[in-house]
């Protein structure tokens, strides 16, 4: 039986090294040598997991072009199976990753063949999806993917909501795990775009009013991680690491998340080791090639 069953988006990664992020309007230089590399948040999600050691298998879909070639072949040598990766007649996913020596990031996407999978394509790999124990899903796919692979599914669904659209209810029913950020949990609960962002207070009302079936955790960036149950709530503190390059750290999170909770551990205490992993990830350039393997987590202090 696979672990975990990655239903969402592979792109290539064009990521620029700049001294800090440009205004609208401006042209910045960058401070070196762009470099290329997979990415898209089911790939690096789809990764993540497996460097922790879990079987996983990828379903979504590339162009049929040399950068697919390249980026199955990344995920093959990285032991994920992609029999479920399909080729589409439309170019791969592209990202323009503008990343900061601090860490900060702009990304712009160009979805390319992740758009083009629709629900009839998940046939090919019901069966994958059905039996996993676990399936990972993201937003760079179609809504109707989305929720196509969320029925489907007979494991512990988790579901990161980014980047932040609606959700109808009945997905939002079949969720187990939803790990939005600030912004994705407020757009979820319909707050409008112009408001503030909600504030500590606000969050725990706001996750409770999605309707899923289980915990939501919202994940905080440097303020670390809300646990939100049906009749309580805590925050799981950040690591306090050196950060480079926080681009893949919430897909880090995410996967190690799905993977504590294959092993029986509460959810805060798989809040708290996806806090560590993804710790170790924004010490290190790039979203993918950041993972850690298990071994190179720290103990707990």
Not at 41 to 50: D, E, L, M, S, W
Not at 142 to 150: D, L, P, Y
């Amino acid at each position: 039986m696979t672990d975990i069953v990655v239903v969402g988006s592979l792109n290539v990664d064009v990521v620029v090294p700049l001294a800090e992020l440009p205004a609208p309007g401006q042209t910045v230089l960058g401070t070196a040598d762009h470099r290329r590399a997979g990415g898209g948040k089911g790939a690096n999600q789809a990764v993540a997991a497996a460097r922790l050691g879990r079987r996983v298998a990828m379903v979504g879909a590339v162009g049929d072009d040399p950068e697919g070639e390249w980026l199955t072949g990344l995920l093959a040598a990285e032991g994920v199976d992609t029999t479920g990766v399909l080729r589409a007649p439309r170019p791969t996913g592209q990202a323009i990753v503008l990343v900061t020596a601090d860490g900060d990031s702009t990304i712009a996407v160009s979805s390319g063949a992740n758009m083009w999978l629709a629900p009839e394509h998940l046939a090919l790999s019901y069966d994958l999806i059905a039996s996993a124990r676990a399936v990972l899903l993201q937003q760079e796919v179609g809504a109707e993917v989305v929720a196509a692979a969320v029925a489907a599914a007979g494991g512990l669904v988790v579901l990161n909501p980014a980047p932040a659209r609606p959700v109808d209810a009945a997905t939002l029913a079949r969720v187990d795990i939803l790990v939005p950020n600030r912004g994705e949990l407020a757009a979820l609960a319909g707050v409008p775009a112009t408001a503030s962002p909600p504030g500590p207070v606000e969050l725990p009302a706001l996750a409770r009013s999605l309707g899923t079936r289980g915990p939501v955790v919202v994940t905080l960036g440097a303020d670390g991680a809300l646990v939100v149950t049906a009749d309580r709530e805590w925050l799981v503190p950040a690591e306090r690491v050196d950060a480079v390059d926080a681009t893949g750290a919430g897909d880090t999170f995410c996967a190690a998340l799905a993977d504590a909770l294959l092993d029986g551990a509460a959810i805060d205490e798989a809040a708290r080791w996806a806090s560590r992993v993804a710790a170790v990830t924004v010490t290190r350039p790039g979203a993918m090639a950041a993972a850690p393997r298990r071994a190179e987590v720290p103990a707990a202090s």
